[in-house]
Structures are given as C-alpha cells and as structure tokens.
C-alpha cells in the first residue's frame, strides 16, 4: 500500500565537464511510495526551479527501461538496489523512511561527465560502429523463413540482444571494463547464421576498438552481470573470449 | 486553392502504380550522389532506416537526434510487433487484405495508393531484418513465428518477445553506425533541430542546438528529411518517451509545411492507469496482450464499489458477475476490435460506474483463462493424464511468462502487483498520432526538398492506426520508399552546389531561433515549464481526447489561448542559454505543444462526423458507434499557418476505387 517518505539526499553537482564537482544534500518531504525514483528527481527539481536554485541534470527519456538512458548510481549500486531493473524502473517502494540516498554519475574514464549526473557514452556507439553489424545492404534480402534457426539459438541471440547499452556494466565494474557490453553484441551474432561470415573480423576489430576507447580490462569479477538491469549473462563474455582467441589463431596462421 | 496539395498518385491500376513508379523514376548517377547531402532529423525506426539507405546508395548524410544516441530513439519502446503479409501461417493473408484491413482499420481516411504501398513491400521488411540479424520469435521448427493484432483475423504480426521495437530500432541503427564507420554518415546525437531554412521557396537546411553547449548551428542540405516521430506529447501524459516532441513539424510548420489531420491521436485501450499527481508518464502494456488477456468489469456496481474501496477482490467475483463487454458487443472480434473501439468501450463502461480501481477510472485484462487452457495444453503435450489443478496454472503461467515474461515484470514493478495472481487493471492512455505533416506520395511535404518519414507524416492511418503498422510504416518509408522516391527530386538537384552556411537565409533563420531563446530566457517568471504542460495536457485530454463535441472544443481554444499568454509572461528557465539546460529544452517543445494544441482543437471542431480515434459525441449512432460523413468529410484535413496563429483549411479529397467504403463493423 501507498505510503509518503522522507528522505535525505546527497547528489553529485558538477557543472560542466571542466568543473570538479561535490556532493549537495537535499531534504524530500511525502515521497510517495507509488512514485518512481526519477519522479522523486522531478518533485526536487521542480521544488529547487521555483526556489531559483538549478535543477539537476540527469538523463532519461522512455522512462520504460528500454531506451538506456537514465544511469544513476544509488548508494553504490548502478540502477539502485533493485535486481534487473533501470533507475527509471525502481520505485520509492524500494526505500525507507528516513533513509539517505547517495546519487553519483557512472564513473569511468571512458565515459566523461557533462554535467551532473550525466555522462557522454558515446564510445559504446563508437564500437557498435568498429563491427556490430552484420554487412547486409537493403533491398537483397532472402525470404526472412529460407534459413531455419533453432528456436534455442534464436531465444539465446535474443536474450544477448536485450542489451540497453546503458553503461551500468563499466559502472559497476572495478576495471571500468566493457566486456558485457561488447560480448552481447558478439554473441547475439555469434549465435545466428547471418552472423557467421563477418564472426572472426567482428570479435577482432570491436574488442581492438573498446581497448582503443580506453575501457579496463574484464577480471572475471562478475560485478557487471549482477549489475545488469537486463541480467546479460556472463556466458556472453566467455563465448566471446573464445571467439577472440580462434579469430586471432585463425589470422594469424593466415 | 486545393492545387497546392498535388498528392503525386501515379496513374494506372493499385498493384502496379508502385513497381510502374520504381521503374521509370529519374535515377541520380553515382559521382552525382556523392556530393549531393541529406539531412535526416530523427534516427528512429524511420530515420535510422532512410539513413542506412540512402548512405549506401553513396548520398552524404547527416542525422540528428537529441538522444545521447541513436540507438536511443523511441522507437526502442514498441512492445508488441510489426506486420507483414507474409501468410506463413497460411490463414488467408494476403497483400491485398492487409491493404484492406489498414484502410479499414483507418476508418477510410488514408489513401489507398500509400497503404497499398505499405501493404505490397511489407514482406521485404521482414526479410531485410532478419538478414541483419534481428532475432525474431521462432516457432521449434526454426520458422518466424506469429501473432495476431487487433482489428484483423489473420496471423500477421512478427515479434521479439515485448521488445520488437528495441530489436528493430537496434537493427536499423546498427546499419546506420556501420555507415557512421565508414565515414558515409555523420552522426550528430545531442542535437535538437529548430527551424529549417527555407531559399526562394525550397528547403535547404537547418538550425539546429547543440544541447551540450548550447551553440546554434547552420547545417546546409540538398534534402531534409523530418523523422522526428508523433506528437502525442501534447497531452503530456502518454505513453511516448519524455522528450518525444512536435518542434521540428511545427517549425517546418510555420515556414510553409501543411500540417493535416492534426486531431486523429490514438488513445490505445491498454495502460497502466495513473496513480496519482506526480505522474510523469503512462507505460503501455501491448496490444498483443490482448491475444490471451480477457477484458472485463463487474456486472453489478456494488461490486465495483467495493472493489474500488479495496473491500474485496476481482477473484472474489463469480463469472457470471462479470461483463466481458468487447466479447458481449463486438462477438466476431472480440477482445480484438480496434484500438479505438476498444478504448470508448472502456470509457464507457467507466463513465457508466463500472470502473475499478480507487480512480474509477480502470478495467480489468485479465490471464485466468488462458493461462488454464495453456496449462492443460502442455499437460497433454507431456501425456499427463491427471494434473493437478495447481500443476495446470504452473504449466500455463510458464507459458504466458515465455509469451509476454517482461511485460508481466514491468507492470509488476510499477503497480506492486502481481498480474500471473491477479488481473491486471488497465486503462486508455495517449499512445500515437495519425496526424502529421502532409506528404505527396513521395513522403515530400508541399514545401520542395523536405519530407516527412514515420510517425511525423500524416500518411498511412487515417483515423485510426492498427497495432503494429507504425513499425511496419516506419521502416518501410526508410528502407524501401525514400531510396527511389527521393531521386524524383534529387535528379533535377544536381546541378545546385551547396551553399555556403553563411548565405543570408541562413543567418536570418539563426537570428530568429535565438531571438526566440533569448525571449524564454527573459521571461524569468515563477512557474517551471511543467506546470503549463500539464495543464496544456489536462485541457486537450478532456476536450480534445476520447470523446469531443463542439461546446467543449470551443472552450478548449479560448483556454489554450489563455495558457499561452500565461506561459509566455510567467515561464521560469533557471540557467542559461550557453550549456545543458534540460528546462529550456522543454520549454522550447511545451512552446510549440500548445499552438498545436489550439490547431488540433479547431480541426477537431470543422471535422463534423466521427471517425476512428474522432469521436465527436453529436454523430454517433444509436449503439454510439462512431458515424462516419463520407458525403461531406472523405478527406483529409490540411492546414497552411499564417503569422499569428491562425490556418487556413485545404481540403484533399480521398478517392477509393478499390474498396468499397461501408460502416466499419467489428460485430
Ligand atoms: C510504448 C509504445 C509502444 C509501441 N508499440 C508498437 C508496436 O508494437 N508496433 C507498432 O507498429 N508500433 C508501436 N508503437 C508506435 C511506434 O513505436 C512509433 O510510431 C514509431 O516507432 C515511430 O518511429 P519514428 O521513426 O517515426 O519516430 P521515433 O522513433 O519517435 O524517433 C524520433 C526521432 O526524432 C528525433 N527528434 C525528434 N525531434 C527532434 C528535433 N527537433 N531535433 C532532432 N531530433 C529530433 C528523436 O531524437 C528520435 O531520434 C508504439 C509506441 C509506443 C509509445
Ligand atoms: S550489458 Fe547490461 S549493463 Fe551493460 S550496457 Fe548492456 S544492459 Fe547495460
Ligand atoms: S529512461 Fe529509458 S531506460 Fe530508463
């Protein structure tokens, strides 16, 4: 049932990238409890405009989980405490009354802060770009059932496919690795036989470019996966790793 | 004055004005296309597609998008699925009937050539996803599988899961960053367009804000395609992400654009309802819930209040309590009648006290049925001769779960409630927009050199979209009509050298979006840009929403009038112009939500009959089924903007001479 909290916060202002930023301790009366977290951010926002003070500036837009913008880091947790869920999908429900909420941007060098808590990812973009992609041009497509994919390898390709490319992997990750990340796209191809001719030379060119765009190396701590708001499985990375080691024997030897 | 909508609809019978089109359209050779450029506003599922595309072809392009990229565009959200005439599941489909279910389904308000279009390169779009690795449902033979969607009998709906937008959208966008890479594409995320610049009569750029450091920028074009999505926004509560917005068509507006049939928005019958002030925006739970998901409300009202009063539960009442009203009235389709249908059914039955939830605004969707009749299917499957009844719903609920799993969890984690135990409540929210900028048959707006693509054009829907055609519209605009369609202009073009961004319209322009910034940024008033949204929204919901009738438009436009002026003198942006500033951002976009707002009320108000998603409660019939005026409205409703907000109505007659129309019939 619908209860009201109060709550105190303590958000990461930071003007602009240049700036180097603090925490500010705001105070939250009534929160509802059928509220979602960034409809709290609103209440704040709404309360600090009419004061004259600045609203805090966050990313978000489809407010449904799916679009992967929104990327808070909740008292040490990216997305909040919840499993499997966005920031914008956690609900006030999820705390207590009284409580201290700690919110900070996803920290990661490759992901520089523009202004409070919002971040440019545009490396993830960068490396989709590197080979995630299967080099098809429009208009010559076979009849969509011409290639049979069992159902298995269809639902596996799916679920690497569910990836928002939010950012809460590097985020969570000690390492700042994107490893979760770069092995769902690998592996949502891997898995389909449209995926099959480019396999080797896209695992090469999308893992050179994450290290190009200055992401950690992955140490197996399994930090990203628990963190992802869409449960992306570790498998994913060891497929890719094994990927990678026959594309670069298979060159090699060429 | 109607010359000023040539609609461009080649001669000669439907099914082959479009392959006669592709082959005798002017081509552009390839060195011409390399130095000719493309400006697409928008990297949805329409935007993303027609960059793709028209990169491959050798086109420069450059995209914008106010994401922080494009993969982000709403088009990711859509649930349910995307149509195709394929007939893999040999039910009788066929180009013809998809052609013919989307002009019904429209309430005969589109034009038939268009959907024709729509319906006969359909199945190209399937093929041309799955190649690019889009990991459809499939059945465990290994074919695609499918579903059905409201308003049709047939099987015709391609999914992924409830994530077909995203895996779609994910597609598109992947062919666009592979372009990116390759150096065809230059990708401009953080961008919002405001204005276009038109020369002599011609569009031939933008203005666009950089929303991390505020700068304005002059971007030239050959072209520009506006794929910048629905407007749905106006309400301010809906089911379209926050920022989706009309800027861009109301700007290509404003200099000159015709925008048509500004009232026809789909309110879609399945939304969680609101639960209280604070509401930012309404999810959507996906019309193919409607496969497995029976709609009801109690028989009697002392159970309706009781239930509302949280005094007992919708499981406590007996069936025969309750009212399957979409099965009672519309027995051939069921809980599967259109979307406008269903959602006035919903109010109805709501206005009339059968409501549910504390609001009194909610109805049930409920699984109990199906996921029994699921259940005792996989009992036989695995030859068990007595299950137990709680083995049953297990084994159903794994199957409901596989079919609609994310679904389920998002509408737990939002209501607290568990929709496998209980029904879900549901109620119409503001889902899509049929109106748009009006469009030639080649997507070219009546102002040269720029188009509209996807949800911002009028096009293929007329009074009422059917589920899982915007995907299919979307992409079938980008990946399969603007490649040929595009070189109808195109070819005369290449002889015009690009001109220099500092050419005297382009700094006019520029001037004026500044002025207008500068203005906001005075205003220095006491009430954030939310407050006017939602009253904007409030205002338009009730007048202007599901049901509409003269007196209430009428007052709807004095008080748009009147938030106007408000919102002009009392607006407060905090910040300043030069950096991130997410209030100005909304502020610009509320602007120009509530000069559309008066537009569609007055398109509302002229359009006298009801059709589709316009219910105009003055012509309706006796069982207040929407009645059409084929004799004085069979057309489509576009508006020239004049200085001071005010329109002037051309009028572009629908001609049908492959259908007969009738009254739409779900009975
Ligand atoms: C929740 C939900 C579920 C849906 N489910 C389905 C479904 O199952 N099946 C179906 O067929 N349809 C569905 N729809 C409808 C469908 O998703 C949309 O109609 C369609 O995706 C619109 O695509 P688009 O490319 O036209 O625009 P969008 O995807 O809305 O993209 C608009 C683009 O324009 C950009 N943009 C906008 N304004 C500007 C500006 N001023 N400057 C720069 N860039 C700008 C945005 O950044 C974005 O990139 C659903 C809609 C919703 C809301
Ligand atoms: S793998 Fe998970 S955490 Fe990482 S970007 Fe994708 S959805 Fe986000
Ligand atoms: S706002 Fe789209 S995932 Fe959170």
């Not at chain 2, 503001?430 to 997507?443: A, P, S």
């Not at chain 2, 006019?508 to 929204?537: Q, S, W, Y």
């Not at chain 2, 942006?573 to 976009?589: D, F, H, V, W």
């Not at chain 2, 707002?597 to 007055?602: A, Y």
């Amino acid at each position: 049932m619908e209860k009201n909290l109060n709550l105190n916060l303590k958000v990461w202002r930071q003007k602009n990238a240049e700036d180097k930023g603090g925490f500010q301790e705001y105070k939250l009366k009534d929160i509802s409890t059928d509220m979602s977290f960034l409809e709290m951010f609103d209440v704040l926002n709404e309360k600090l405009i009419v004061e004259g003070g600045d609203p805090i500036a966050f990313d978000h837009d489809c407010r449904e989980g799916i679009c992967g913008s929104c990327s808070m880091f909740i008292n040490g947790r990216p997305h909040g405490p919840k499993q499997g869920v966005t920031t914008c999908q956690l609900h006030m429900r999820s705390f207590n009354d009284g409580e201290t909420i700690v919110v900070e941007p996803w920290r990661a060098s490759a992901f520089p802060v523009i202004k409070d808590l919002v971040v440019n990812r545009s490396a993830f973009d960068r490396i989709i770009s590197a080979g995630g992609f299967v080099s098809v041009n429009i208009g010559n497509a076979q009849d969509a059932n011409s290639i049979l994919i069992p159902k298995v390898d269809a639902d596996e390709s799916f679920a690497a496919a569910a990836c928002i490319g939010c950012g809460a992997c590097v985020a969570a990750c000690k390492n700042a690795s994107a490893m979760l990340f770069v092995s769902a796209k690998v592996s949502q191809f891997a898995l389909l036989p449209q995926g099959q001719p480019e396999r080797k030379q896209r695992v090469l060119d999308m893992v050179a470019h994450m290290d190009e765009e200055g992401f950690g190396a992955c140490t197996n701590t399994g930090a990203c996966s628990a963190e992802c708001p869409k449960e992306i499985s570790l498998t994913h990375i060891a497929r890719m790793n094994r990927d990678y080691l026959t594309a670069e024997l298979s060159t090699e030897s060429k | 004055m109607t010359s000023k909508l040539d609609s461009k609809i080649p001669e000669g019978n439907l099914e082959q004005k479009w392959t006669k089109y592709q082959s005798s359209v002017p081509l552009v050779n390839p060195s011409n296309k390399r130095s000719l450029e493309i400006l697409i506003i928008g990297s949805g599922l329409a935007g993303a597609s027609a960059a793709a595309s028209l990169s491959e072809l050798g086109y420069k392009v450059k995209v914008f998008c106010f994401q922080d990229s494009a993969r982000r565009a709403h088009s990711i959200a859509a649930q349910g699925g995307i149509n195709a005439a394929k007939n893999y599941q040999n039910d009788g489909d066929s180009t013809y009937r998809l052609f013919y279910d989307t002009i019904k389904g429209g309430d005969y308000r589109s034009r038939e050539a268009n959907v024709y279009r729509l319906a006969s390169v359909s199945s190209n779009i399937i093929d041309q996803c799955v190649a690019s690795g889009v990991p459809f449902a499939r059945e465990y033979g290994g074919l695609l599988s499918n579903r059905s969607f409201g308003g049709t009998q047939v099987q015709r709906t391609f999914y992924a899961a409830g994530q077909t937008g995203q895996q779609l959208l994910l597609g598109a966008y992947s062919g666009l960053q592979r372009q990116v890479g390759m150096g065809n594409v230059k990708m401009y995320a953080r961008h919002e367009m405001q204005d276009v610049v038109n020369i002599d009569g011609v569009c031939r750029g933008i203005i666009a804000r950089d929303l991390t450091t505020g700068k304005l920028e002059r971007h030239f074009g050959h072209a520009v395609l506006l794929c910048t999505g629905g407007y749905g926004n106006v309400f301010y509560l809906s089911t379209n992400a926050m920022g989706s917005n009309v800027t861009a068509a109301w700007k290509a507006h404003k200099k000159g654009a015709m925008f048509a049939n500004p009232c026809f928005t789909q309110i879609h019958p399945t939304c969680i309802p609101v639960s209280g002030d604070h509401q930012s925006k309404l999810t959507l739970m996906s019309e193919s819930l409607r496969n497995d998901g029976r709609i009801w409300v109690p028989m009697k009202k002392e159970d309706a209040l009781a239930l509302r009063e949280n005094r007992i539960k919708p499981n406590d009442i007996k069936e025969e309590d309750r009212d399957y009203y979409l099965e009672r009235r519309y027995p051939a389709f069921g809980n599967l009648v259109p979307r406008d249908v269903a959602s006035r059914a919903a109010k109805e039955r709501c206005d009339a006290g059968f409501g549910v939830n504390k609001t009194g605004e909610a109805v049930y969707l409920d699984f109990a049925f199906n996921t029994i009749r699921y259940g005792k299917m996989e009992a036989t499957k695995k030859n068990m001769h007595n299950p137990t009844d709680l083995q049953i719903v297990e084994m159903g609920r794994a199957v409901v779960k596989e079919k609609y799993g994310n679904l389920f969890d998002m509408y737990q984690q939002i209501t607290g409630v568990n929709p496998y135990e209980q029904p879900m409540m549901i109620y119409p929210a503001v889902h899509y927009t049929m109106g748009g900028l009006w469009v030639d048959y080649n997507l070219m707006t009546n102002i040269p050199g720029l188009y509209a693509l996807g949800e911002a054009n009028f096009s293929d829907h007329g009074a009422n979209r059917l589920g899982a055609s915007a995907l299919m519209q979307g992409l079938a605009d980008g990946y399969f009509v603007i490649p040929y369609t595009i070189g109808a202009y195109l070819s005369k073009e290449i002889m015009t050298k690009a001109i220099p961004t500092d050419h005297p319209a382009f700094e006019e322009a520029e001037n004026i979006v500044k002025a207008t910034i500068d203005e906001l940024m005075a205003i220095k008033g006491t009430k954030p840009v939310d407050h006017f949204h939602k009253r904007l929204g409030l205002i338009i919901w009730n007048q202007c929403g599901m049901a509409r009738n003269a007196e209430g438009l009428k007052k709807a436009i004095s008080d748009v009038q009147q938030l106007r002026a408000e919102f002009w003198s009392s607006v407060r942006i905090p910040g300043s112009a030069n950096e991130m500033n997410s209030e100005l951002e909304k502020a610009g976009r509320v602007a120009d939500f509530i000069e559309l707002g008066e537009l569609m009320c007055i398109d509302a108000l002229s359009r006298e009959e009801s059709c589709g998603g316009h219910f105009r409660e003055e012509h309706q019939t006796e069982e207040g089924e929407a009645l059409r005026n084929d004799v004085d409205y069979k057309y489509v409703a576009a508006w020239e903007y004049f200085a001071g907000n005010n329109w002037e109505l051309h009028k572009e007659e629908l001609i049908y001479e492959n259908i007969k129309i009738a009254q739409r019939s779900y009975k």
